[in-house]
């Protein structure tokens, strides 16, 4: 059972930066594609940032020149360092991957980050 865990949530302000982290259980490599979503309050589950195996980004309009993803294979880790943080940012943040034999999604718990003064 493939096991995703976030860390690196927390407090800030409007205009920090946090960087978080997701750890695999298992090699990244088996995996298609790797990325991050948000849910805040009273909201959907939406898009923040993904990447595939190949190395195709995508991000969501509202974090483009803010977030930036990266995976790191040889610690099975992949990565979302956010720049110039929002209020609207605030969400419990998932890590999310996904394989292709047999096609399936898998989650992390989630992580909290909040952007408050």
């Known amino acids: 059972q493939v096991q995703l865990v976030e860390s690196g949530g927390g407090l800030v302000q409007p205009g920090g930066s946090l960087r978080l982290s997701c750890a695999a259980s298992e090699t990244i490599v088996n995996f298609y594609a790797m990325g991050w979503f948000r849910q805040a309050p009273g909201k959907q589950r939406e898009l923040v940032a993904t990447?595939?195996?190949?190395?195709?980004?995508n991000y969501a309009d509202s974090v483009k020149g803010r977030f930036t993803i990266s995976r790191d294979n040889a610690k099975n880790t992949v990565n979302l360092q956010m720049n110039s943080l929002k209020p609207e940012d605030t969400a419990v943040y998932y890590c999310?991957?996904?394989?292709?034999?047999?096609?399936?999604?898998?989650w992390g718990q989630g992580t909290q980050v909040t952007v408050s003064s």
């Open positions: 990447m595939t195996s190949s190395g195709s980004i």
């Open positions: 999310t991957a996904a394989k292709i034999l047999p096609a399936r999604n898998y």
